[in-house]
C-alpha cells in the first residue's frame, strides 16, 4: 500500500486504486492521461453540465478533480 494524505493506495489488476475510510475503491488517473478522460466524458454526453460530469466522474481519483472539471468546461 501507498499513502497520500493519509489515504491508502493499492494496485489490484496492475490498477492504481485509492481506498476510501467507507472501504470504496476509486480507480486514480495518472495526471498525463487526465485530459484525455475528461475529454471523453465531456464529448460523449456533458455538454456545459460541469455537476453531472462531476457526479459520474465520483468513482475517479483525479488530483484536482473539480477545479480541471471547471476549467475543461
Known sequence: MFF???I???IY???LYNIWADSIRSLYIPYSEVK???KE???KKY???KYKM???LRGLSILNKTY???SYI
Do not use: M, N, Q, T
Open 36 to 38: 484525455k478522460v475528461l
Open 68 to 70: 480541471l472539471v471547471k
Open 47 to 49: 455538454h456545459l453540465k
Open 4 to 6: 497520500r494524505k493519509g
Open 13 to 15: 489488476d496492475k490498477l
Open 41 to 43: 466524458a465531456y464529448d
Open 54 to 56: 462531476l457526479y459520474d
Open 8 to 10: 491508502p493506495f493499492i
